[in-house]
């Protein structure tokens, strides 16, 4: 029961968050310097023209009456038709996000187990040349920017060794596991970022869970260094990392703006930066409400998923 009510308030948490967001976004993109429909048709367009565009896109109406008419389209599954492409948005959200949603996975399932092994090996002797390195390449590794990261992957594996393509080029409603060999390198700049961060975090919890006192007590009882391990204070160090976890789930799927731009993949970063520069505004309002509803449902997961593994925290 602590559980559904706890569902039930974080549902309606993030249903006040996505309004909120959506109002947001919809004055932040309606009163950016510049006409849209000028933007759409290009610097030639006549006024009777632009004015034709204004009228057919309702730019002439009174911007409460534009928000409520996007916001009852989207609660009917319509999220508008895009300026760039000229097809609806919902079915390119849809196949845009799919593809993010793999790409952000496979470097999920990678980078955490990993993560989380890293981070426990340094805790457990710390100060140690293990723990200064495995410390040290995470702390390199998170400095590092994403595209400084994906150029040198790029220089090396593709260009040097010819191992790997250098692009994830493909047609937005192609199955991106069908091209493993166009997800690599991708998955490979995203993993490494995202080693660094939870390993660090991993590695706190642990050194703090490590000095507790029940931990002591097994220890004094003559439980063995690795049952105390992974028996006593790697459960108890998990909540917060899944948390953590949990947060990069958002990420995964709509922040790639960097990697999926340089990598020229298909996901709905790509999309979004395209549609900023083409200044399409229908797209860019659904692509940023879908990146919320993201890190929403992620964090929602993950703390579901804490309180499933610490019983204490359902109090």
Known sequence: ??????????????????????????AIVNVLP???ANAVLGDFATPEQVEIVRERMGLNEPLAN???TWVGGILEGNFGKSLQHGQEIAPMLIGRLGNSVILGLLALAIAAP??????????????SLLDRCISGFAVSAYAVPEYVTGLVAILVFSIWLYWLPGTSLMDPNENPLNRPD????????LVLGMLAFISQVTRASMIHALSSPYVRTA????????????KH??????????????????YVIGGLVVVETLFSYAGLGQLITNAVSFRDIPTIQAGVLVIAAAYG??????DVAALMLNPRLRT
């Open 66 to 68: 534009r928000y409520l």
């Open 297 to 302: 449902v992620g964090n929602l997961m993950a």
């Open 114 to 127: 990993l993560a989380v092994a890293l981070g426990t090996i340094a805790a457990v002797r710390p100060g």
């Open 1 to 26: 029961m602590a559980i559904l009510r706890f569902l039930a308030w974080r549902s309606g948490l993030l249903a006040f968050v996505l309004v909120a967001v959506s109002m947001l976004t919809f």
């Open 182 to 189: 166009a997800l690599v390198l991708p998955v490979g700049v």
């Open 233 to 250: 204070a790697l459960p108890n160090i998990l909540p917060p990392t899944i948390t953590e976890i949990g947060m990069h789930f958002g």
């Open 219 to 230: 220890i004094l009882k003559g439980v063995p260094r690795w049952a105390v391990v992974l």
């Open 34 to 36: 510049g006409d849209v």
